[in-house]
């Protein structure tokens, strides 16, 4: 008798749906931040709510996409050197606006990469010593800027790029240190 109600008991919990497929606080970052601004540029510029619009709509901003959510985008197949295509698994859902932590579930079950990215973390250029970071980072400030140093063959002449640049890309950056 008492392996019959545990055994009923263990069923039960089997059958109950549980928070497994569920996103963990934080996992999943890059997919749900890009599709979150992806679905709100929709809705804001009065698009067509089919899977092929998306689907168009999706390629054209992976275009212009950049770092991480350009993986993203490579991942999904919505870039031209993509070797897999699962686009449709982001437009289809997208249509019926379904929400975009579904959406990046159901990917991450696809291609567990998908989730794995992560933004990297982001420097305080307000407070941040230059003269102690790495050139590698140095390059990756300009980089983000859209910028480069040609010429720069020392640490100092990647630190004087950026002095010079930080008001046009980082104002307020560029005013607290000079207000130090």
Request: hydrophobic share 35%.
């Amino acid at each position: 008798m008492l392996c019959l109600s545990s055994l009923s008991v263990a069923l039960a919990l089997t059958l109950v749906p549980g928070s497994a497929g569920a996103l963990k606080d934080g996992e999943c970052e890059v997919c749900v931040s890009f599709l979150n601004k992806f679905y709100q540029s929709l809705k804001d510029n009065n698009v067509n709510f089919n899977s092929a619009d998306i689907e168009k709509a999706i390629v054209k901003t992976c275009k212009d996409a950049k770092g991480k959510e350009n993986r993203f985008c490579y991942y999904i197949g919505a870039t031209s050197d993509a070797a897999t295509k699962i686009i449709n698994e982001v437009s289809k859902p997208l249509s019926y606006h379904a929400p975009v932590e579904k959406i990046c579930e159901k990917l991450k079950k696809k291609d567990s990469q998908i989730c794995e990215l992560k933004y990297d973390k982001q420097l305080d250029l307000t407070t941040v010593d230059l003269k102690k970071l790495k050139v590698k980072d140095l390059k990756k400030i300009l980089e983000e800027w859209g910028e480069s140093c040609k010429g720069c063959a020392e640490k100092s002449d990647f630190i004087r790029k950026i002095t010079e640049l930080m008001p046009k890309y980082a104002p307020a950056a560029a005013r607290a240190r000079t207000d130090l």
